[in-house]
């Protein structure tokens, strides 16, 4: 089956650093990447969606500054959280798609604390 | 706005009991709705889902009911065990469009 890979599933930072997340499609090409953030006992916020080879379109309120993604290839997407605060510290998660393929693939997450 | 509206927000069956979740949506371009479950730490993982021009669709233990007319469709778990507590969420995507809208979740709790 289609198994997306996200990397690192924690990660502590110091406030005023930035943060790398990856998303890799392991065993399909990706066309589509989504990225979501999770606060605790809520529900998934969708914060942008990548298509291979453009830009990604971010979803209102998403400081697309601060919530830098790349997806340079049909396997891997990038989110990097540059200049990260305690009020960024979430759940990252990635997922992926491809073209007609409606089930969407999720990675494992990422713990971001900031401290 | 909540595109789709999920209930309820907790649940606590005994083991062997069939919990329901409850899901319902106003927006018709809507085609697909999926189930997935999701374990403390971890991602979402895709359960079952469903498309509008059936009624109801079954894979293992898990049911899906849809009513179109009503625009609400539900999630059945058949003898249900203390490893299937988790929380669950319901989607739903427009045609044509490839992000999904999930509701609030909900979080089932099977006791032995």
């Known amino acids: 089956g289609a198994v997306v890979s996200q990397h690192p599933s924690r990660v502590i930072c110091k406030s005023g650093t930035s943060v790398k997340i990856e998303c890799r499609s392991l065993?399909?090409?990706?066309?589509?990447m989504f990225w979501y953030r999770q606060f605790p006992k809520q529900s998934l916020m969708l914060m942008a969606t990548?298509?291979?080879?453009?830009?990604?379109?971010?979803e209102q309120g998403v400081e697309k500054d601060k919530f830098l993604i790349n997806h340079a290839s049909l396997t891997l997407s990038t989110l990097t959280v540059t200049s990260a605060h305690p009020e960024d510290s979430s759940f990252y998660i990635c997922?992926?798609?491809?073209?007609?393929?409606?089930?969407?693939?999720f990675g494992s997450g990422t713990r971001l604390t900031v401290v | 706005q909540q595109q789709v509206k999920q209930s309820p927000q907790s649940l606590i069956v005994q083991k062997g009991g069939i919990p329901i979740i409850n899901c319902a949506y106003e927006?018709?371009?809507?085609?697909?709705f999926p189930w997935y479950q999701q374990f403390p730490g971890k991602g979402p993982a895709l359960l079952i889902a469903?498309?509008?021009?059936?009624s109801e669709k079954k894979e293992g233990r898990f049911t899906i009911s849809f009513n179109k007319s009503a625009k609400q469709f539900s999630l059945h778990i058949m003898d249900s065990q203390p490893g299937d507590s988790a929380t669950y969420f319901c989607?739903?995507?427009?045609?044509?469009?490839?992000?999904?809208?999930f509701g609030t979740g909900t979080r089932l709790t099977v006791i032995p």
């Open positions: 065993d399909f090409q990706a066309t589509t």
């Open positions: 990548s298509n291979e080879g453009s830009k990604a379109t971010y």
């Open positions: 469903i498309r509008p021009d059936v």
């Open positions: 997922s992926a798609g491809s073209g007609g393929h409606y089930g969407y693939t």
């Open positions: 989607a739903a995507k427009r045609a044509g469009a490839n992000n999904l809208f």
């Open positions: 927006n018709t371009a809507f085609d697909y």
